[in-house]
């Protein structure tokens, strides 16, 4: 037979008698909570302070990131195609090879348009995200000191 | 302070772990479907259920193997929705997955050493884990795949608890174990948790854990649907399994 664990409620602790009291009641309801027990608070306590430490990062940051790199990419090639076209259709009196450059050209300006719409939304968005924490952060130390600045003034 | 004031005082203590409304999916096909759950401090808690419910992907939501497509996960008060489950496991936060997960081609003392990521020592890490299981000392030599299962179990455990976990997550550590082998093994889960250890277990086989846990969620179809002391959720299990 499995030895059960000693809950607060059969050790004999009248706090936690009541909590028993509570829950048993509660067995149904699906929106009580387990309470505490107590245990190797040392443990707990590093594991709290190691979790604060964590480093997290927001999966939609990576994604606004590579889109933006994306963005960059897209500009430059289609710079590049456009220039390419150019000197295609300069290198030659056919023109049948001059309208394939003519469109490549107009792809590759179509396709810088749309590299700088994507970098343009995500450098936005990075801006306004930082300059938002700064509003926030800004917005806070105003209110501290004016807290602090009431609290020091006589009554 | 009276009585009401501590029950509040105690439940006030920031859980270790949290799901608040977590919703999670497989291919587009929503498993999870707002799961709320809470494991404080030192205190065991089963998630019981059918098989389908739902269980195991609440751990590995849980565990950070599996993203939540909505929903909270709080580890320790903080939000860890999209950590890395390496980053969270060598923080404290522990899964012994189902099916074990050992190296089958190493050693029992190879697949202990393999902790030691735990900044542990080798020398401890053995030592704390043939304590807890002698069997494991005589198997030390001994490739872990041809352990018998109940020995895989035990290994499992071991090299869980050699990283001294603060949530301790088991996934159907009864799965095709014999009754004196999951009776032992509970044993020892017992004892772990009155050491002080959160352990978050999900079981199939209700009874089982039923003198170990000090409260229950019955999950069904991806949804808590009962909570509570586990001597108070016996009698209504069989209609919470059956659907009725």
Redesign the interface.
Same mark, same amino acid.
């Given at each position: 037979?499995?030895? +059960? $664990?000693?809950?607060a409620a059969e050790s004999g602790d009248? *706090?936690?008698a009541?909590? @028993?009291g509570?829950? =048993?009641s509660?067995?149904?309801?699906?929106?009580? =909570? +387990?309470? =505490?027990?107590?245990?190797?608070?040392k !443990?707990?306590e590093?594991?709290?302070a190691?979790?604060?430490e964590?480093r997290? !990062? #927001? +999966?939609a940051t990576g994604r606004d990131r590579q889109l933006l790199r994306l963005g960059v990419v897209l500009l430059v090639l289609g710079v590049v195609l456009t220039v390419a076209a150019y000197f295609m259709s300069h290198g030659t009196t056919n023109p049948l090879s001059q309208r394939d450059a003519i469109i490549l050209a107009l792809a590759g300006v179509a396709v810088s348009v749309a590299g700088g719409a994507l970098f343009l939304r995500y450098s936005l968005a990075t801006f306004l995200r930082f300059w938002l924490a700064r509003l926030i952060y800004e917005q806070q130390t105003q209110t501290d000191r004016i807290v602090r600045q009431t609290d020091a003034a006589p009554r | 302070?009276t009585?009401?004031d501590?029950?509040l005082a #105690?439940?006030a203590?920031?859980?270790?772990l949290e799901l608040r409304g977590i919703q999670a999916a497989y291919d587009g096909i929503n498993v999870l479907r707002g799961i709320?759950l $809470?494991?404080?401090? *030192?205190? $065991?808690?089963a998630v019981l259920g059918p098989n389908g419910a739902g269980k195991t992907t609440t751990l590995k939501v849980a565990a950070g193997l599996h993203p939540a497509s909505s929903g909270d996960i709080l580890?320790?008060? !903080?939000r860890?929705n999209?950590?890395r489950p390496d980053?969270l496991a060598r !923080?404290?936060l522990c899964l012994i997955p189902e099916g074990r997960g050992i190296f089958p081609n190493l050693t029992v003392r190879e697949n202990l050493w393999m902790m030691s990521h735990s900044r542990r020592e080798l020398t401890e890490i053995e030592e704390t884990a043939y304590e807890r299981f002698p069997r494991l000392r005589q198997r030390h030599t001994q490739m872990a795949g041809t352990l018998s299962g109940g020995e895989q179990q035990m290994l499992a455990l071991a090299r869980g608890l050699a990283t001294?976990p603060?949530?301790l997550m088991l996934d159907e550590l009864s799965m095709g174990l014999a009754p004196i082998i999951v009776?032992e093994l509970?044993?020892l889960v *017992?004892s772990v948790?009155?050491?002080?250890? @959160?352990i978050l277990v999900v079981e199939q086989f209700a009874r089982i854990v039923m003198?170990? *846990?000090?409260?229950a969620a019955v999950m069904v179809q991806g949804r $808590?649907?009962?909570?509570?002391?586990p001597r108070?959720?016996e009698e209504?299990l069989s209609s919470a399994y059956l659907g009725g």
């Open positions: 037979m499995i030895e +059960p $664990v000693t809950t009248p *706090a936690s009541a909590e @028993s509570d829950m =048993a509660a067995a149904g309801s699906g929106n009580m =909570a +387990p309470a =505490a027990g107590t245990g190797d608070m !443990r707990v590093e594991f709290k190691e979790i604060a964590m997290l !990062r #927001d +999966p | 302070m009585l009401v501590a029950t #105690d439940t203590t920031t859980p270790l709320d $809470v494991v404080p401090e *030192a205190t $065991v808690v580890v320790a008060g !903080r860890v999209g950590a980053e !923080r404290g001294d603060a949530v009776e509970y044993q *017992a948790a009155k050491e002080g250890m @959160s003198d170990v *846990a000090d409260w $808590v649907t009962l909570t509570g002391r108070d959720l209504t």
